[in-house]
């Protein structure tokens, strides 16, 4: 169970701000998979960061029952001079697994080959989001925050990572972002929609989705309409 409570977060640049979050309340449920939906820039990222305790909001509070992954997709926790192999042995000591458990399982499913001795800013992108996720399903959490993870490499690994996911949500909680509406229908539950520093969440991803996608048809004839004044 994730409990967010009058919740607030304000990003100031010069004397511009953006509102993420103005007074979010809202209840993940145990045992529920919730598509998380929203806009670029509404604020997904920072709310599963905020969530994981990686950002601190303004004001609030966070209240959580049961252990929480990262944001699978956000390597913050990976130090760029270790090798892939000395990050996981860090982390499984960090949360208290076995060192050789989670790095066999980590070195076969990320398929990085030597690379998984090589320092970890030698990887590209796709490398890093291999290991990163690989080894956030290599732990047990019992809620995972996930992000778009699951569409690196191709459609082999792809598959692979999507089925391993699956396995780890017969016994785990997830909050889930996707710009894919057909993974989010496939694999949630339910569903929240964060626009504008509000957040409204459904039991029912269908209604969810439904919201979504009224909210991008509505900014797309906001967008035309000001497109045309300028003209």
Known sequence: MIHLQDLWKTYRYGRDRTVVAAGLNAVFPTGVTVGLLGRNGAGKSTLLKMI???IQPDSGDIHSTGTISWPIGFGGSFHPELTGAQNIRFIARTYGVDTDELTDFVEDFAELGQSFHHPLRTYS????????????????????????????????????????????????????????????????????????????????IKEALHHHRWNQQNLSRVEDNVARGKG
């Open 52 to 54: 994981a305790g990686t």
């Open 125 to 204: 992108s796709g490398m890093k989001s291999r290991l990163v996720f690989g080894t956030a399903m290599g732990i047990g959490f019992d809620t995972y925050l996930v992000d778009e993870v699951t569409a690196v490499g191709d459609e082999e690994f792809k598959r692979k990572s999507q089925a391993v996911f699956r396995e780890r949500l017969s016994a785990a909680s997830a909050v889930f972002v996707s710009h894919s509406n057909r993974m989010i229908l496939d694999l949630c539950d339910a569903g929240a929609v964060i626009e504008g520093g509000h957040l409204y969440y459904y039991d029912d």
